[in-house]
């Protein structure tokens, strides 16, 4: 079985060096051909080749490991050279715009799209991040369509299997909902609230909360580290969902400040306690995965 | 020198830990008779007492961990058993409502009351969870008033540096106004952000956002875990200014949301890049210390 990764940064990379010794030939594409080589050097894949076409020729399972719009914009150009029968997916954060692409551009050819999404990530990027682990006890979401062979499907599951990974079966656009709910909004919120502590007070004022910042900020702001254009073009890419997401979290957010604004205090401990109630439960769930 | 802690949670129960072996006797007094026996079993403390005006009797300096509203209640109840003469400082992380009570009740005695707040913590709490380095490299704000005497200020100070802390000193108003944006709305948000995920939707889809939260969320979420008593005083004990730093907040949200809404992805990332710059930047500060 041969597996292509497509794109080397930290998602690609870190697959490569994860399906090391996972009984599968790993070829490997980028457009740098510096990083290309260092792939090759440091054993993240077996073999490269100089063009795309000559990867997707030989492989078994494609994987996108690039930007939703990079990805897009690949599957059109490269329609032509995928290999029919051949399963292609990717590893993009919201699923409506490739998905259609593979409609579109794929499934007439007899190539199988099946839109995939490990839960994995951090807030850092490029080959330079990438480490073998990465993709451990993740949760993995694939969106087959009604039309996938269950042969190919089970194919990609067990792959993803292998590498100590649950894969859940989710429908496009259920997806795309959940993922704005449980990521983009929190990176929204954590590059809000950065800004509204270090930014637009006088000088003095932000040194000390330089000093001021501990543990609580940096956890929850890590994620406002993330990469600035992949963000752009994850929230471009699921503006619908990330604003009802936004609105989700407004209701809560809101009930909030009006207990803290009419001294409703009762109303508001009862609040963060079934927040913590919810937050415990799912450390639970984490931990007994 | 005889330094006494009174209450003996997360917070005290650290700070006898870490003051094992730096030359002080440490007295330690908490309203539950097992706890202090269990402090005293473990060296967490040296000496302890049946009775809260003997350790008062004895003490140097008296360090209150305990909730807000509690110190502020003992320093009523108790204010003709601290010794004239000692330090009395606390670990509250609202400094007003306690800098008040020491001003009305402590000076007029000879006792010199400074408000404290060391930037640590952990959104577990009581004495099970306490580990000796929880101060380690922390920032920790000292309150004076402008009658404490220098050498009194500089006696707290150098208890707390032999901790490997960096003590700052600030005003009380200031202090309050910095954590209500570094502290206190963060757990607002966290735990908002949580309920808005994993609560009010039906069982089916919780049940699917239980396994699409990954690391972002883990850390973004952490203290929503926090006590829900704890941070109901500390809210309504800090309302005004973490109200006022609400609206801070809501202003860079807002802002976030109508590039979205308006589709002005140009300017998301350049607003998402600014956050990102000052969070590395923090970050590069907090690992240089």
């Known amino acids: 079985m041969q597996v292509a990764i497509i794109g080397l940064g930290l998602l690609g990379a870190s697959l490569g060096m994860a399906l090391r ?3 599968v030939r790993r070829l490997g594409w980028t457009r740098r051909e510096n990083i290309r080589r260092w792939a090759m050097d440091c054993d ?3 073999e490269t080749a100089e063009t795309l076409p000559e990867i997707l020729a030989g492989a078994d399972i494609v994987i996108f490991a690039m930007p ?3 990805i897009i914009r ?3 150009e490269f329609a032509a050279d995928f290999r029919p029968g051949s399963i292609v997916t990717d590893l993009g954060s919201v699923k409506s715009g490739v998905m259609a692409a593979g409609r579109t ?4 050819r007899g190539v199988h799209f099946i839109g995939g999404h490990p839960m994995a990530g951090t807030e850092k990027s490029g080959p330079e991040s990438a480490f073998p682990t990465l993709y451990d006890n993740a949760d993995v979401f694939l969106c087959p369509f009604p039309e996938t062979p269950p042969e190919k499907l089970d194919a990609l599951k067990s792959l993803w299997e292998s590498l100590n990974t649950h894969v859940v079966t989710i429908a496009c ?3 795309d909902d959940l993922v704005a709910h449980t990521s983009h909004v929190l990176h929204i919120l954590a590059s809000a609230l950065t800004l509204s502590i270090l930014d637009g007070a006088d000088a003095e004022t932000i040194q000390r909360r330089f000093a001021g910042c501990a543990t609580g900020f940096r956890d929850t702001s890590r994620i406002a580290s993330s990469n600035p254009v992949m963000w752009r073009e994850i929230i471009a890419e699921n503006r619908e969902y990330v604003l009802k997401a936004m609105a989700d979290f407004d209701c809560r957010y809101e009930k909030f400040k009006q207990f803290i604004q009419s001294g409703d205090f009762d109303g508001f401990e009862k609040e963060f306690a079934a927040g913590k109630l919810l937050r415990d439960r799912w ?3 984490k931990n007994k995965k």
């Open 21 to 23: 010794g996972k009984g």
């Open 173 to 175: 656009g259920e997806h």
């Open 68 to 70: 939703v719009p990079a």
């Open 105 to 108: 551009h794929l499934l007439p």
């Open 283 to 285: 450390v639970d769930y």
């Open 74 to 76: 690949t599957i059109e």
């Open 44 to 46: 993240v894949i077996d």
